[in-house]
Nanobody
Framework: QVQLVQSGGGLVQAGGSLRLSCAAS????????MGWYRQAPGKQRELVAR?????????THADSVKGRFTISRDTPKNTVYLQMNDLKPEDTAVYYC???????????WGQGTQVTVSS
């Protein structure tokens, strides 16, 4: 059974930074990709960024966060991170990490972390 434990998040003013962490149980070789999603009130959950867990860390970021957010990984620690800089009020959401299948479908989810950006 895969378990994803998230940490980080909280309340920050616009322009500030936060870092989210997601520690996965089991080998990272089990996962093709891991990703970060977010869900704002009244909106659908959306992909923020994903990273391949193979030898080369290929990343993808949503247009809305490009240049501000960076996904990274620490393979020996089975952990992925989301560094969020220049945060905006519209980034306010619950953020979830997930493992992704080879078809890039989310499979296992973390518990979710609230990120609130005040203007």
């Amino acid at each position: 059974q895969v378990q994803l434990v998230q940490s980080g998040g909280g309340l920050v003013q616009a322009g500030g930074s936060l870092r989210l962490s997601c520690a996965a149980s089991g080998s990272p070789l089990m996962f093709n990709h891991m990703g970060w999603y977010r869900q704002a009130p009244g909106k659908q959950r959306e992909l923020v960024a994903r990273i391949s867990m193979r030898s080369v860390a290929v990343t993808t970021h949503a247009d809305s966060v490009k240049g501000r957010f960076t996904i990274s990984r620490d393979t020996p620690k089975n952990t992925v991170y989301l560094q969020m800089n220049d945060l905006k009020p519209e980034d306010t959401a619950v953020y979830y990490c997930a493992t992704l299948t080879s078809g890039l479908e989310a499979e296992y989810w973390g518990q979710g972390t609230q990120v609130t950006v005040s203007s």
